[in-house]
């Protein structure tokens, strides 16, 4: 069965609708990524996901037993507190030394244990939080826009040590990011959020392309793609749901490319 599946989900804040019947289903050991503008219900959607926000319609199913690693966008430590990396990993408990060392080496940041949380760079941090979301051997990893504030080389270092991860453990992967032109080349599936699931499809490959050597050099190891979504068309939230077949459709006369520009 499905790791997570998800059924018909609306979310609403009071009067203002943030999701409007989102229908998705996230496969064993695949990588997808939910992209979207801000705004567009990525946040709600991951909320909905961990048990975090109670859907106003629609339903969550869980596999028996899944087990969720969970990335924050970012997390505060009081840069006055004494704390190491290891104690951090072993926080509330229960987490031993080796299980920390072997999260860390997970997360590609093996002699780390010894630093201070204070003193990380936003890159090292990112791997820190990654590190513990490993610690409990997921099943599936959710990343909400966990590249956000790294530049495009700790980006793309973070990515391919997304696609490490996946290779080395079979773990899905669920991440979402408002970056609508940057997405993961290993990505089996990108889905384009706003309010609705306006479309979804494999990215294209274009690490090889000349006008993406252009862009972003030839040091990222094909870990980035670009995947272009023209939100130039009307939403019509009434009509969202027509599916006769349980795939998703274009619901609406949009534009949609995927190119290397």
């Known amino acids: ?135 409990a051997k997921p099943d599936i990893l959710l990343l909400d826009e966990a590249t956000q504030g790294l530049d495009q080389p700790g980006s793309a270092a973070f990515y391919r040590q997304i696609e490490l991860v996946r290779r080395r453990t079979g773990c899905a992967v669920l991440m979402i990011s408002h970056e609508l032109h940057v997405v993961m080349s290993a990505s089996d599936r990108v889905i384009c959020l706003n309010g609705h699931v306006c479309c979804e499809g494999a990215p294209e490959s274009v690490a090889s392309a000349p006008e993406y050597r252009a862009l972003f050099g030839t040091g990222t190891g094909g870990a980035l793609a670009l995947y272009r979504h023209d939100h130039d068309h009307a939403h019509d939230h009434d009509h969202a749901h027509d599916h006769d077949d349980g795939h998703h459709h274009h619901h609406d006369d949009h534009d949609h490319r995927e190119s290397a520009r």
Not at 6 to 15: C, K, R, T
Not at 44 to 58: E, F, K, N
Not at 108 to 126: N, T, Y
């Open 1 to 135: 069965m499905s790791l997570i599946s998800v059924d018909d989900l609306s979310v609403s804040y009071g009067a203002r609708t943030a999701l409007s019947h989102v229908d998705l289903a996230i496969e064993p050991g695949e990588i997808v990524t939910i992209v979207g503008p801000n705004g567009s219900g990525k946040t709600s959607l991951l909320r909905a996901i961990i048990g975090a926000v109670r859907p106003s319609a629609g339903r969550i199913v869980r596999a028996p037993g899944l087990k969720i690693g969970y990335v924050p966008q970012k997390l505060h430590v009081d840069p006055t507190l004494p704390l190491t990396v290891e104690r951090f990993l072993r926080l509330p408990g229960g987490v031993s030394h080796d299980d920390g060392a072997r999260a860390l080496e997970g997360a590609g940041m093996p002699d780390l244990s010894r630093q201070q949380m204070s003193q990380l760079s936003g890159g090292q941090f990112q791997r820190v939080l990654l590190a513990r979301a490993l610690i």
